[in-house]
């Protein structure tokens, strides 16, 4: 079975962001003329693209795993269905959860 590529495909997101946050203060401290300041915002950009490359690897090891939050609720709800407890779709069925026949 093929590996999702949704983990991968999801943590771009936040690595777009905070690689443009990092150009950003890049920017801004070609500017600035204080060199305390200039030692700050390079820690800050330190501590960005650190958070970058664990976000990175952490969707390469959930994609590599093969595990996403969305999976996980469909194997959820699989073994429900296997139970008894959800109807199979197309069926009209309600629930058949034995707590409520007994009521």
Same mark, same amino acid.
Do not use: D
């Given at each position: ?13 936040? @690595? ?31 501590? @960005?693209?650190?958070?970058? @490359? ?5 969707? @390469? ?25 959800? /109807? ?9 959860? /034995? ?5």
């Amino acid at each position: 079975m093929a590996r999702p590529l949704f983990p991968i495909i999801l943590s771009l997101i936040p @690595i777009v962001f905070l690689l443009s946050l990092s150009f950003f203060i890049l920017v801004v401290l070609a500017n600035v003329k204080t060199n305390a300041l200039k030692i700050f915002g390079y820690v800050i950009i330190a501590l @960005i693209w650190l958070t970058t @490359i664990l976000v990175f690897g952490a969707g @390469i090891s959930r994609a590599s795993k093969g595990r996403y939050p969305g999976m996980l609720m469909r194997k959820a709800i699989m073994e429900h269905q296997k139970m008894g407890m959800m /109807p199979e779709e197309g069926s009209g069925e309600g629930m058949n959860c /034995p707590k409520m026949k007994q009521k």
